[in-house]
């Protein structure tokens, strides 16, 4: 049984190795491409056993919880496993034509594959120490595909995401040592029950110090600067995973511990989030519309929709819950695949500053379509996944009569409008300025292949979720139910048997 | 001494946080480990202390002869160590690096991805 | 806007495809209307989402099936129409996708019987709506007015949107004949005002009411038989369809009455003027659409058997004869290359079904006898001198617009056709059947329904008012002649004001030219959304400054805010700090590890500063050694070593230390004794309280007997948490990697 959680964690490990050996063939790419595919099958292997049984857990080296090291995944840590599989094949794929043989020699593929690998123990593990060392794989890894290229401003960005990044870990490597004297254990499931008898104030302080390290990772307001200070800088194959998986590691996190550790002090803790989450919408949205170039956009409105994120985390009713688990989903998909299209843009129209480039509408009619989508997704139209994800969270403001930050979010919604309509007035509609017709026939074929061929995969699943968002919808009620009521996860940690 | 230790940490981390500040990249680097070694005592001192009994078991025994030091701390410690010792390398090869393409150690003066006309 | 003569092949299959969808459509909904006129409603529903209870529900009911069969029959209409005059268009297969989808969205939002489906329906036709306003995209003025439309009403369907939410809470379902079937209960609910106003929002700016009406004349961007079938004939009648909708549980309350009166007559009349104001005939008609919504809305407000009666028929009329004048509109210009009522004359001739069809709509728009519009108006002043509360002033303001809007049909239907004064303005392109069929059967259809109102009567009149009111009883007689009361009188008032209107409407036209000296909302607009912008970046230049030093200042004086307050206001345990069993030689060690850090803190001197921080390191290491962690110890002390060589190899090929001035910073001083103060308050805190050892002690236990190790800290880092040890293993190859990535490139970038 162990193996379908131990999987995820490996097989990135061992294309990365593979990978590395390979860097100076394009064998190394294409073992990238079949680890991602396995990944995938291996993901929804897990996705499935777990939606059979509930909570599945395995002990590593066969020490029981709280002792040794547990995996464990419920609804919400499969689900997320599972989109980073199909990111990671996505980007994969894209990255045929993306990445460049200087990139490749130095490793790229190894340090992607790393950071997959770094993301899934990080959505997978059941330990808080564990979940430390697997931010720090991510992060390292993230901080070498941050600056391959090495180009100015990647340096000049990646300066800014390394020292802001590190505060942030060194403080979560605080918190656990404090969590520890506290209580003495590192399991979260065995946390759960332990922090009953820690004392509340004290217990606050630790989670608000819990709060600002997750919240850097997340890009919460006002700790997200080093987000839109990099993210438009290095490759796009990297920018859009980083831009679908990294904040979301955070923010996962944030629901992790503050679903089943910090929910001691709901009406302190969860108040606090709830002013951040207004606070990250409002300003991410607004930094959003002071941008000109579509990268810098979207950085923006990744902060801006994580706001929505956690909100849901913390209204903390079920339904709200659902919206946040439901939010994580479509955004990951959305967000990495408005990037990949930026480099699609990029690629045939020369630029993503939007006063430089333009008429995609007219002879990139494909590509406008494959905009159109997770554009108007993120900007919360129906029938799109968006639309349901901003519903929820709407309503369940709505619910518990949370009049101003329902409001906040409805008028967040109509500014991203108001930037996804930029991007699409003046990279579509408006006439190139060079007078150019920038077309994907100019592509070769192979490498039209791998740009598009995600992009469109990626936005045919946001228009199934928007179409039929029933058993999704279905799906995050239960995996809210779990986090709610986190008692499976915690029996099945402290009870799994040690094979 | 747990007490004197938590004072001790304390100061490292304010050090630590205000050469951080200073926006020299090398004094950064300086802040950073500080810090570092602040977040390896705060684990280990949270742990507590145990003088002159190191986590060992005596050949014959099956477990420490009497009451040892804490050794999960100790553990997590080592691995704290270790991984913040990879980062900080990089963090320094950067800050090189920085200077070699962007011809200053001055973190405000670094405006490429971030030019001063964008935020007018 | 066409760019090539027009054929009635157009764009072959690709044009009449669409067209046969659109009139199998239509005759699908013919099938109903024995249903319908029964007084009964058809309805399907399957399970959409059931975790929020939405189903994908609808239903045919006398009012639905009104507006459905005025969509798809218009639609077929406009859809034949728009292969012929796109002739030649490249982008006709994207013009007749959105063309297509927004007919079957306007379906979807007047079928549904779900508030969600109803609301993903309504976006989805703001969707189109934005595509097709934006069709002629490289024109910088399509682009806005696409816009404007879209962000206006976008921001309506938000508030709908609340509004839609909360009606379903307060309801308990999001059915819509569910929600009606409790009647007025629901403005008993604590939330009713609130829902009221939210759908109000969405209503009002989709239906173009003052002070929202601004983006209707500019959607007129878009190609003509988009402006016919969205602007005038169906979309824009989308809020006016909502409140319809929602009119037997929500109407009869003051705000619903006041609301929904005033706003529609200002709404009517401002428009009417504006109309006569307009020289560009397409515009001219944009404002008689207002005026039309704006009298629409106003019947609405009101409850009375005329009202509803008289909304029902002039719902209808309305779009017949409209969409027929656009579509004239639109053969004028196909035909002589442009729209100015002042350069358009002795067509009649030349057009002759063209001008048929303006002179039949024209006088059904006019309100003359024996049309349908006739019929429309009587009713209507029947419907406002049965209002509760100003009957008189609001008759004499319906006879206003109705007089200016008489002008206007005569400037828009005759004038170009007829009028001897005019010059004869030379046809380039002839119009095919194709656009002719459209204009004619629309207006021949106001003229038949005129002559047999009993054809409407049974058929869609009666039901849509029991679908208005609940009470199909309330249904008024439709009749040409209807006795001499005070309508009639009203009617005749209103063909003489016409008359004079527009006899000197040329002098009126420039007297309304003071109307350009209202606050002009549309420009308004342009200041809105530059300052949107404007706000935007002086309100991001002050947070993401670009100079890292905010940000850490930003991040760690959060940190050390966050703790603070939360110490403040959580409190904490009582703290017991024992210096009972401190030994000189701490004290000693103590001072050796805060001698480094302040030396490296305060020190100018590359040297001085390696040196301190090496201090540190060994201090650190000593600790370890005190407190029986020699494995830490050791390696403590070999990062160290490494930690520092590297920071002297690097520091070598940097600038000195000393050309940069280390001034005392107060501000950074407070924060960072802030973090490091927070951090020593908790850890004291924790200190105090007593340790659960349980996971060391079953280390202990286990360690020997079952991991076959006798160095606990080593069997925990490789067997019980081998886990950590692989990723720290990870970390540091990849951290090799990377920063060899980062050495081998040069100055460029390159490798």
């Known amino acids: 049984m162990s193996w379908v959680l131990v999987l995820p964690l490996t097989i990135p490990f061992v294309t990365a190795i593979f990978a590395f050996l390979f860097r100076e063939q394009s064998a190394g790419r294409w073992i990238s491409v079949a680890g991602s595919a396995a990944l995938v099958a291996a993901s929804l292997v897990l996705l499935v056993q777990t939606i059979d049984a509930g909570v599945l857990a395995a002990q590593m080296g066969s020490w029981a919880a709280p002792f040794g090291v547990t995996l464990v995944a419920d609804l919400l840590s499969a689900a997320m496993a599972v989109i980073t599989a199909i990111i990671a094949l996505a980007v994969s794929v894209y990255a045929l034509a993306d990445i460049d043989a200087d990139a490749e020699r130095a490793g790229y593929h190894a340090l992607f594959n790393v950071l997959i690998a770094g993301v899934m123990g990080a959505f997978l593990t059941g330990d808080l120490f564990n979940l430390y060392v697997w931010f720090e794989v991510m992060l390292i890894a993230s901080f070498g595909l941050l600056i391959l290229g090495g180009k100015p401003e990647q340096i000049d960005g990646g300066v800014k995401y390394v020292a802001l990044n590190l505060i942030s870990t060194i403080l979560f490597l605080t918190g656990i040592g404090l969590l520890y004297g506290m209580t003495g254990t590192l399991n979260m499931a065995d946390l759960a029950g332990a922090v009953e008898s820690a004392d509340p104030g004290l217990l606050s302080v630790v989670a608000v110090a819990f709060m600002v390290a997750f919240g850097v990772k997340a890009a919460l307001f006002p700790l997200f600067f080093w987000l839109p200070a990099s993210y438009h800088t290095p490759h796009f194959a990297v920018s859009a995973v980083f831009a679908g998986l990294l904040t979301k590691v955070g923010v996962y996190a944030l629901i992790r511990m503050f679903t089943l550790v910090f929910d001691h002090d709901i009406g302190f803790t969860h108040e606090i989030l709830l002013w951040i989450a207004g606070l990250t919408m409002a300003i991410g949205v607004l930094g959003a519309a002071a941008q000109n170039d579509i990268r810098k956009i979207l950085s923006f409105h990744i902060v801006s929709q994580i706001g929505y994120m956690v909100l849901g985390l913390a209204l903390m009713t079920p339904l709200a819950l659902v919206g946040a688990v439901f939010y994580l989903i479509h955004h990951i998909i959305v967000k990495a695949n408005l990037f990949l299209i930026a480099g699609v843009a990029d690629r045939i129209a020369g630029d993503t500053d939007l006063s430089r480039i333009g008429g995609l509408y007219k002879s990139a009619p494909f590509l406008a379509v494959l905009f159109f989508i997770p554009a108007f997704s993120l900007a919360g139209f129906p029938p799109l996944s968006g639309f349901w994800a901003k519903f929820i969270v709407v309503k369940a403001a709505l619910d518990v009569q949370g009049w101003v930050i329902a409001a906040v979010a409805l008028v967040v919604g109509l500014l991203t409008i108001y930037s996804m309509t930029k991007i699409w007035a003046e990279a579509f509609w408006t006439p190139h300025p060079d007078g150019v017709d920038p077309s994907l026939a100019t592509l070769a074929p192979a490498t039209r292949n791998a740009l598009v061929l995600p992009v469109a995969g990626l936005a045919l699943m946001t228009v199934v979720i928007g179409l039929v968002p029933g058993g999704f919808m279905s799906f995050a009620e239960t995996a809210a139910n779990q986090l709610l009521v986190p008692d499976a996860y915690i029996s099945t940690v402290l009870e799994a048997r040690v094979e | 001494m747990e007490a004197l230790l938590a004072i001790t940490i304390g100061i490292l981390v304010a050090a630590a946080v205000y050469l951080m500040l200073s926006g020299h990249m090398m ?15 705060t684990i280990f001192t949270a742990g507590r202390l145990t003088p002159g009994a190191p986590p060992l078991i005596p050949l014959g025994f099956d477990g420490p002869a009497g009451d040892v030091a804490n050794a999960l701390p100790q553990a997590l410690v080592l691995t704290a160590i270790v991984i913040g010792f990879g980062l900080f390398a990089f963090a320094v090869t950067l800050v090189w690096r920085a200077w070699v393409a962007l011809g200053t150690i001055e973190a405000d003066d670094m405006r490429i991805a971030e030019p001063k006309e964008d935020s007018q | 806007m066409a760019a090539a003569a027009p054929t009635s092949r157009g764009h072959g299959l690709l044009g009449y495809g669409p067209t046969a969808l659109a009139l199998a459509l239509f005759i699908w909904f013919l099938g109903f209307l024995p249903v319908v006129s029964a007084g009964q409603a058809a309805s399907w529903a399957v399970p959409w989402i059931p975790v929020l209870g939405i189903d994908l529900a609808f239903r045919i009911d006398g009012l639905s099936l009104t507006f459905a069969l005025l969509i798809s029959g218009i639609g077929t209409l406009v859809l034949l129409y728009a292969n012929s005059y796109l002739t030649g268009d490249p982008q006709f297969d994207r013009f007749v996708l959105f063309l297509t989808s927004f007919m079957l969205a306007m379906l979807g939002l007047v079928l549904a019987d779900d508030l969600i489906v109803l609301f993903v329906f309504w976006e989805l036709t703001t969707i189109t709506s934005y595509l097709l306003i934006g069709y002629g995209h490289d024109s910088e003025k399509s682009r806005r007015n696409a816009l404007q439309a879209l962000f206006l009403t976008g921001a309506g369907a938000l508030a709908f949107l609340a509004g839609a939410i909360l009606l379903g809470e307060a309801a308990g379902t999001y059915r819509i004949s569910e929600v ?108 008689t659409t207002l005026m039309a919504l704006g009298t629409l809305v106003m019947l609405l407000g009101q409850d009375s058997g005329y009202a509803m009666t008289a909304f029902a028929t002039f719902l209808i009329v309305h779009s017949l004869y409209k969409a027929a004048l656009f579509l004239v509109v639109g053969n004028l210009d196909a035909a002589t290359g442009t729209r100015e009522t002042d350069a358009l004359g002795g067509l009649g001739r030349v057009l002759p079904m063209t001008a048929l069809a303006a002179a039949l709509a024209g006088m059904s728009m006019a309100g003359l006898p024996p049309f349908l519009g006739f019929i429309g108006k009587e009713l209507t002043y029947a419907g406002m001198l049965q209002v509760a509360s100003f009957p008189v002033i609001l008759s004499i303001m319906a006879l206003l617009a109705n007089g200016l809007i008489l002008a206007v049909a005569s400037v828009v239907a005759i004038r170009p056709f007829w009028s001897a004064r005019q010059p004869k303005t030379p046809v380039k392109n002839a119009i095919p059947w194709t656009m002719a069929a459209g204009p004619v059967v629309l207006a021949v259809l106001g003229t038949i329904f005129g002559i047999m109102p009993g054809l409407l009567q049974n058929t869609l009149v009666a039901p849509t008012v029991l679908s208005l009111t609940g009470d199909i009883a309330e249904t008024k007689q439709l009749k040409l002649w209807a006795g001499v009361n005070l309508p009639l009188f009203l009617s005749l008032a209103t063909f003489v004001l016409g008359g004079l209107f527009y006899a000197w409407h040329a002098t009126l036209r420039a007297r309304l030219a003071m109307l350009d000296r209202l606050p002009n909302l549309d420009e308004a607009w342009d200041r809105f959304m530059a300052s949107i912008k404007t706000f935007a970046i002086a309100l991001t230049s002050r947070i993401q400054t670009g100079r890292m030093t905010d940000y850490m200042a930003v991040t760690f004086s959060t940190i050390a805010i966050g703790l603070i307050a939360t110490v403040l206001l959580r409190g904490l345990p009582p703290l017991s700090p024992s210096f009972a069993d401190v030994t000189p030689i701490h004290l000693a060690l103590i001072g050796l590890l805060l001698s480094g850090t302040f030396m490296a803190t305060i020190t100018r001197k590359r040297i001085a500063a390696i040196a301190a921080l090496g201090v540190v390191g060994i201090g650190v290491a000593l600790v370890f050694i005190f407190f029986s962690a020699p494995d830490v110890a050791i390696t403590q002390l070999l990062v160290e070593v490494l930690v520092v060589v590297l920071v002297a190899i690097v520091m070598l090929q940097l600038p000195r230390l000393r050309d940069y001035p280390n001034r005392f910073r107060p501000g950074h001083a407070v924060i960072a004794a802030g973090v490091g103060g927070s951090v020593t308050l908790v850890l004291l805190a924790i200190l105090s309280t007593p340790l659960d050892r349980r996971l060391t002690t079953f280390f202990e236990t286990a360690s020997w007997p079952e991991a076959f190790g006798r160095n606990i800290v080593n069997v925990i880092l490789v067997d019980f948490r081998a886990l950590d040890t692989f990723g720290e293993v990870a970390v540091v190859v990849v951290a090799a990697i990377a920063s060899i990535a980062l050495l081998r490139q040069n100055r460029k970038g390159r490798s």
């Not at chain 2, 802040?31 to 570092?36: A, D, K, N, Q």
């Not at chain 3, 983006?215 to 409140?243: C, D, E, I, Q, R």
């Open chain 2, 27 to 41: 004094r950064f680097i300086f802040g950073l480990v500080l810090i570092s070694n602040a977040a390896n005592l």
């Open chain 3, 180 to 287: 009606l079937a409790q009647g007025k209960a629901i403005q008993d609910h604590p939330h009713f005002t609130a829902i009221l106003i939210l759908v109000f929002l969405g209503a009002l700016t989709k239906s173009a009411q003052v002070p929202f009406h601004f983006w209707l004349p500019n959607a007129m961007a878009a190609p003509t038989p988009v402006s016919a079938f969205l602007h005038s004939a169906t979309m824009v009648k989308a809020g006016v369809y909502l409140l319809a909708r929602l009119h037997p549980a929500m109407s009869g309350g003051d705000l619903w009455l006041y609301t929904l009166t005033i706003l529609g007559v200002v709404t009517a009349v401002f428009a009417s003027l504006l109309a006569l104001r307009q020289t560009d005939l397409k515009q001219a008609l944009a404002y």
